[in-house]
């Protein structure tokens, strides 16, 4: 069954800006939070201008960001771009992004080599198998869940990747594998409403 929104209810979210950890491909989960780039700025900006766009009346969205650095970073932007109090948002935990435990700030090829069974085993079923110390799909599916069915207002949030391609699928009925395969833009702007999800771009 897919997660859906309060009848009347819009949420807009996206992910952080560019860090320095993406640009080196790192795996970037909890404790992995690196500053973010020139251009991870700039695309917190095109956000700001994409939002303001599509809700000219902004200033009275929820604005909320997952607790970690780069997020915030991104929303303090993206709210000083809209002529707005840097800090003027509040921070939800289970927006976080997914637990990624003993492969936090490692490279794909780091990981391979550090515990080729392990990594073959998750990937393979990425829903119920956990990163070593970390967490599965279905973890960031009950706190997306719990997250969504708390909203009571329209809201902005700004969270990570795999959260983003969690969330999404979840909206729209998608398997586990679906999920995976999505992609992680940044510098884009997603719409939900009930159960569908429209991809907001420059």
Known sequence: MS????????????????????????????????PLTAKGIEQARGIARILAHEMPDFARLAFVSSPLERAQATM??????????ADGYAIDPRTVEINLGEWDGLTLQDVRALDPVAYEVRTADKWNVRVPGGENYADVARRCEAWVGDLRVDTFAVTHGAFLRVLRGLF???????????????GVLFRARGSAVDRLEP
């Open 3 to 34: 997660l859906s929104l309060a009848q009347g209810l819009t949420l807009y979210f996206c992910r952080h800006g560019e860090t320095e950890a993406n640009v080196e491909r790192r795996f970037q989960g909890h404790t992995r939070d690196t």
């Open 76 to 85: 303090r932007f993206i709210r000083e771009a809209l002529g707005l109090t």
């Open 172 to 186: 729209q009925g998608m398997t586990w594998q679906q999920m995976s395969a999505l992609d992680e833009p940044q």
